[in-house]
């Protein structure tokens, strides 16, 4: 296959999932459910109308057009899979296979239904694929790997890896800037960022920069629509353990029922639970942006004002060049 057969493949693979009716994507969740209780309906719509937006065929040919990739030599791609949110592995599967080369890929025990569904479904569009698919418990005997883990699982692929070519991602998070002037619309969107995939994307926003001084009564009043994320039994378990916690330890927080907003330096919050950091000036503001690029996996704020940052409401909608971590994956997979 050629590029172009490639593009044309996973194309139809969009115009496929397109095609699922209601009833069939409920069948799907439900499945995959079993093994992970996250992955509920909305939950697995979203991420299929994600990827359905990026298998356009002129947004893959608008993609891969800066890249030489008519003289690849094939190579055993090894990929580790997340599994925090449905098809989280999918952008890695995308990478590999439309350059051309082979695809390994030892999957997350939260997320093989979805995967292997995608797969399969790949394959009967075109058959040739089956070749180039994978799925193996372990990783040996390949070229190359790419892995996206929590910070001491990607040390330790490093090490066990240093001998190849290799792609190791470790745990970063989206983080919010507000000045206090959003609207209750733009505040309403960045509840979405904050509670889509319940929190667990990489891309969900974990923590807030705010001014000195923020009231959060209007973005508790703006978010208040999204109250019925309690329904989820797991979310409710995760809210009542946090915020007996807070609670025990005496610790400064915010409460509205449902989202725990608490002060905290770090970047990595529990689910149902909010970190935000106060920021005197805007230069204070660029300063903890700048130390803490590593930790960022996307910058948001309202009509994307700050430099480098997207609208809320846009933190699950990356664009296929929005390379996790910042590390562009076509790249590394050319230069093989």
Partial sequence: MNLQ???????????????????????????????????????????????????????????LFVYDL?????????????????????????????????????????????????????????PQFAARIHFVPVLKDVDAIIATSNNQTALNLERYFSNKPHLIRKTRHGLGILTGEETPAQLKNLGQDILGYYGLSSRSVSKVLVPTGYVFNSFFE?????????????????????????????????????????????????????FYQEYSSPTALKEIIGANQEKIQCLVSADGWYEKSIAFGQTQYPALWDYAAGVDTITFLAGL
């Fill in 70 to 126: 008519d003289k690849i030599s094939a190579k055993k791609v090894g990929v580790v899979m997340a599994g925090n949110k449905p098809l989280a592995g999918f952008p890695d599967f995308l990478s590999v296979l439309i350059t051309g080369h082979l695809l390994y890929a030892k999957l997350s025990s939260e997320d093989t239904f979805l995967m292997k569904m995608l797969a399969q479904r790949l394959i009967e569009l075109e």
């Fill in 222 to 274: 703006a978010i208040e629509p999204y109250y019925n994320i309690l329904e989820h039994h797991k979310y409710q378990n995760n809210y009542d353990y946090n915020k007996s916690l807070l609670l025990v330890n005496r610790a400064p927080h915010f409460d509205n029922g449902f989202l725990l907003v608490t002060p905290n330096e770090v970047f990595t919050s529990p689910i149902s639970v909010l």
């Fill in 5 to 63: 057969h490639r593009i044309q493949a996973f194309a139809s693979l969009g115009n496929d999932l397109k095609a699922l009716t209601p009833e069939q994507i409920q069948e799907l969740a439900l499945r995959a459910g079993n093994a992970n209780p996250w992955f509920d309906k909305q939950n697995v719509t979203s991420a299929l109308n994600g990827i359905i937006s990026q298998l356009d065929k002129q947004y893959l040919q608008e993609w």
